[in-house]
């Protein structure tokens, strides 16, 4: 049953038991996550002025990486609890895409930003119950890096070791993909081939780096830099091999449920959005600093400058989903064997109306589902 518009999400005296029960899910989420994820980390609840939108509150969950700079600058900023008014904010920052799933799904996050590969598998096994993408949040600032030292003749790395951050993850899908696209042979399941895949998290994958057990790795930022830091070089910049150079990397998912329920909040969290990308890219200096402190607040550590530098000339903070080339993302997925359903079954994954509405406020144009966006139930 719909909430009035109004009210409040549950009854007052039930909120404390929602909460009690989001984290001890959160914990048995952290102790039963596969490989790459760890606990999430949790902040204090911030509360903006006036009154609260129809919940009294929203969980947001988002990654300590540039790609999901909007959510580190909009939270650190305070963008998101402006919108929100009195509905409070609670944030959990994940480090693998499984395990915001997997939060997603057991209702302990309402909201979280994550790449397309988690969102389109969580999509098609929950039969379109899971999730809705509600907007696009990141292009390009993906790279294939190596060894400066490594021997290799133009792009060959065929007998090296090159690292994803997870099996079946965007990243392992593009370079699979890639690998097949040069004529060269592994299995998308073992990763042993003519190339090792070799999957590790990103948080392991520049220590392996350093001490030689990998010869390289296919990707996001900030970890591409950080490998080039380390003595590595740029093989390939993914967004050479895509039309415009445009490819999506990160996106903002939403549970149906809540969107349903509570329409207002998730465009509350949208608007922050859009004008958190607005201010980030007409002040980078203090943008880049804002979530350099958001990094540092999470893991205990800020990024080194010339890292983030380097991070953000490669990564487009953007609202457009660029849904063609997350379509064109599952259907490599499946010719690998390591998509969890058909590409055929991604029809109404989106949901960008209220992203749109919010858009059109601001005198900019519509972002496009490309035909794979939620039909409206005809009214009689």
């Known amino acids: 049953m719909r909430l009035p518009e109004h009210g409040p999400a549950f009854p007052r005296s039930r909120r404390p038991l929602r909460a009690a029960l989001a984290l001890l899910l959160l914990l048995v989420l952290a102790a039963g996550c596969g490989y790459g994820s760890r606990a999430p980390v949790a902040a204090a609840p911030a509360v903006g002025t006036g009154p609260p939108l129809s919940a009294e509150e929203v969980s947001v969950g988002y990654f300590a990486n540039v790609t999901h700079a909007t959510a580190l600058a909009g ?3 305070g963008y998101f609890t402006r919108e929100l008014g009195g509905t409070r904010l609670r944030t959990q920052v994940f480090n693998g895409g499984p395990s915001a799933l997997e939060a997603l799904n057991a209702g302990a996050v309402d909201i979280a930003w994550m790449g397309p590969s988690p969102a389109v598998n969580g999509y098609l096994r929950s039969e379109g ?4 993408i509600v907007s696009g949040a990141a292009s390009g600032g993906v790279a294939l890096v190596v060894d400066a030292d490594a021997k290799v003749r133009g792009t060959d790395v065929r ?3 090159i690292a994803t951050p997870e099996a079946g993850n965007t990243q392992d899908v593009a370079l699979l993909h890639w690998i097949r696209e040069q004529g060269w042979e592994v299995d998308p399941h073992t990763g042993r081939g003519d190339v090792t895949v070799v999957r590790q998290s990103s948080k392991e994958i520049p220590t392996s780096f350093r001490r030689g057990t990998i010869d390289g790795a296919w990707v996001p930022e900030p970890v591409a830099a950080q490998l080039v830091a380390a003595g590595g070089r740029v093989l390939l910049d993914e967004a050479d091999l895509w039309d415009d150079g445009a490819f999506v990397t990160a996106l903002v998912v939403v549970s149906p449920s809540f969107l349903a329920d509570h329409p207002d909040v998730v465009e509350a969290v949208l608007r922050g959005s859009v004008r958190v990308n607005a201010w980030l890219k007409s002040r980078p200096a203090e943008g880049k600093a804002a979530v350099n402190d958001a990094i540092e607040s999470v893991t205990g550590r800020p990024l080194d400058r010339a890292v983030l530098d380097a991070a953000w000339r490669h990564v487009s903070l953007t609202e457009d989903p660029l849904a063609a080339t997350l379509a064109e993302g599952a259907e490599r997925a499946d010719r690998l064997g390591l998509l969890g359903g ?6 109404g994954i989106f949901d960008l109306r209220p992203l749109n509405r919010v858009l059109a406020r ?3 144009p519509a972002v496009d589902d490309a035909g794979l ?3 409206a139930t005809p009214t009689t």
């Open 342 to 347: 058909s590409p055929a079954a991604l029809d």
């Open 373 to 375: 966006g939620v039909v």
């Open 362 to 364: 601001q005198g900019e």
């Open 129 to 132: 119950r899971g999730l809705r």
């Open 159 to 161: 007998g090296l070791r």
């Open 75 to 77: 939270v650190q900023k």
